[in-house]
Antibody
């Protein structure tokens, strides 16, 4: 079955960067897009961007343009999300989510990675 | 980008029917999707393409669409359905937008 396993919790200081990984299994990695969504404590889900795992093309939310980079390693069937110039407002749980040929939505999600930004 | 608007909260007694709405100008042209999220867990897709139910999702979950509003209906609500529910849509570039979420309380 489709499984997405994310890297562990991270603590960063303001101004630093963080890179979260999402290891995929149970399907052909290059056949689907991988999205990244975050959720600050008590807040709504917020879409950050996606990568076409086949050709590496990306699309980012305007809110994060210039600060977020999504990449993938097809040999490792892993997607990555790097966020730079971190500030306290970036403290959130970050999720990867795979879409589907039948739904432009997350049919499978990683378990989430808590990123805490604190001085 | 566009917005999706949901009521912050809905309350219902066990066995009753809960209806959660999501409004947005783009919804007549784009499908809506619904997620259930319980505390400390990742979201789970419960409805796709306005009214389709993924395998494994109970039949009491259904979706409908009318104009700029889509509705998630949970018939015969159970205590385990207490959760946050989010609507989501996507444009032609696969950019996702989420609603603000609705907390469903089972009284």
């Amino acid at each position: 079955q489709v499984q997405l396993v994310q890297s562990g919790a991270e603590v960063r200081k303001p101004g630093a960067s963080v890179k979260v990984s999402c290891k995929a299994s149970g399907y052909t990695f290059t056949s689907y897009a991988m999205h990244w969504v975050r959720q600050a404590p008590g807040q709504r889900l917020e879409w950050m961007g996606w990568i076409n795992a086949g050709n590496g093309n990306t699309k980012y939310s305007q809110k994060f343009q210039g600060r977020v980079t999504i990449t993938r390693d097809t040999s490792a069937t892993t997607a990555y999300m790097e966020l730079s110039s971190l500030r306290s407002e970036d403290t959130a749980v970050y999720y990867c989510a795979r879409d589907s040929t039948i739904a432009a939505a997350g049919i499978a999600w990683g378990q989430g990675t808590l990123v805490t930004v604190s001085s | 980008s566009y917005e999706l608007t949901q009521p912050p909260s809905v309350s219902v007694s066990p066995g009753q029917t809960a209806r959660i709405t999501c409004s947005g100008d783009a919804l007549p042209k784009q499908y809506a999707y619904w997620y259930q999220q319980k505390p400390g867990q990742a979201p789970v897709l419960v409805i796709y393409k306005d009214s389709e139910r993924p395998s494994g999702i109970p039949e009491r979950f259904s979706g409908s669409s009318s104009g700029t509003t889509v509705t998630l209906t949970i018939s015969g609500v159970q205590a385990e359905d207490e959760a946050d529910y989010y609507c989501q849509s996507a444009d032609s570039t696969n950019t996702w937008v989420f609603g603000g979420g609705t907390k469903l309380t089972v009284l």
